[in-house]
T-cell receptor, first 110, second 114 residues
């Protein structure tokens, strides 16, 4: 089982809809969690950190469920510009390794 | 302030050759990490350096090596290139070591091995 797993998609979603995707992690010692966004042929950019209490940034909401070992990203009122690959990132306690998921591709349809 | 810079942006090599990739972190950042991203996959961790010392290493063969200089810039070296080394090589900088710190990525070096 991979340490960080994501549904690769693609998720094809009409503009204005709400979309959510999850990411599961296998190492219970994981301590920090992030969502990065990567546009085609560009570098990843931090979208948001994920805190235990959950956090919201405008249309984006991130949640962490330690008991079930997953994090989620919810995008409300999706825009065409939200089309990208969303990478789940987990930091492992101890050796501090940063593990990326393969990413979930999102296409917002006009 | 300038972001993370990497050079070159693109590179074409043949099997068996050697390559050196360079990275300059954001001013004030002391940690540099290197990642390999193959098409359709997420970035795979190669190395992390902090204050010129290796702080982490991913599952890559010894053909991959790196170092960090006193000015915190870094080089990634790959010897005896294989076709499978073709990928986007990303450098990320952060203020401290430790995965809790936000990593800022450079634009990457796209390496093609023929």
């Amino acid at each position: 089982r991979k340490e960080v797993e994501q549904d690769p998609g693609p998720f094809n979603v009409p503009e204005g809809a709400t979309v959510a995707f999850n990411c599961t992690y296998s190492n219970s010692a994981s301590q920090s969690f992030f969502w990065y966004r990567q546009d085609c042929r560009k570098e990843p950019k931090l979208l948001m950190s994920v805190y235990s209490s959950g956090n919201e940034d405008g249309r984006f909401t991130a949640q962490l469920n330690r008991a079930s070992q997953y994090i989620s990203l919810l995008i409300r009122d999706s825009k065409l510009s939200d089309s990208a690959t969303y990478l789940c990132v987990v930091n492992r306690k101890g050796d501090d390794k940063i593990i990326f998921g393969k990413g979930t591709r999102l296409h917002i349809l006009p | 302030d300038a972001g993370v810079t990497q050079s070159p942006t693109h590179l074409i090599k043949t099997r068996g050759q050697h390559v050196t990739l360079r990275c300059s972190p954001i001013s004030g950042h002391k940690s540099v990490s290197w990642y390999q991203q193959v098409l359709g996959q997420g970035p795979q961790f190669i190395f992390q350096y902090y204050e010129k010392e290796e702080r982490g290493r991913g599952n890559f063969p010894d053909r991959f090596s790196a170092r960090q200089f006193p000015n915190y810039s870094s080089e990634l070296n790959v010897n005896a290139l294989l076709l499978g080394d073709s990928a986007l090589y990303l450098c990320a900088s952060s203020f401290r070591t430790g995965g809790g710190d936000t990593q800022y990525f450079g634009p990457g070096t796209r390496l093609t091995v023929l």
